[in-house]
C-alpha cells in the first residue's frame, strides 16, 4: 500500500470539496453558517483517501 497516493489522494479531496463548498456559498446556495459547509471538506478527506488506497490495491494486470 503506498502511502503517499492515499494522503495525496486525500488533500485532492479535500480541497476539491472545500472549493465546492465555497462555490455554494458564494453562489447563495446554501448559507455560511450552515453545517454543510463543514461537513463537505471532510467529506472530500475521507473519500479522497478511500480512493487512493483502493487505487493502490490494484495489481497490475499481465
Same mark, same amino acid.
Given at each position: ?7 495525496g489522494? %486525500?488533500?485532492? #479531496? ?6 465546492? &463548498? ?5 453562489? #447563495?446556495?446554501? &448559507?455560511?453558517n $450552515?453545517?454543510?459547509?463543514?461537513v463537505?471538506?471532510?467529506?472530500g478527506?475521507? &473519500?479522497? #483517501?478511500? %480512493? #487512493? ?7 497490475? $494486470?499481465?
Amino acid at each position: 500500500m503506498n502511502v503517499g497516493r492515499i494522503v495525496g489522494t %486525500a488533500v485532492l #479531496g479535500f480541497f476539491f470539496l472545500l472549493f465546492i &463548498a465555497l462555490d455554494l456559498v458564494l453562489f #447563495g446556495v446554501v &448559507a455560511l453558517n $450552515s453545517v454543510m459547509v463543514t461537513v463537505l471538506p471532510v467529506l472530500g478527506l475521507v &473519500a479522497g #483517501g478511500v %480512493a #487512493g488506497a483502493m487505487v493502490g490495491k490494484q495489481q497490475p $494486470s499481465q
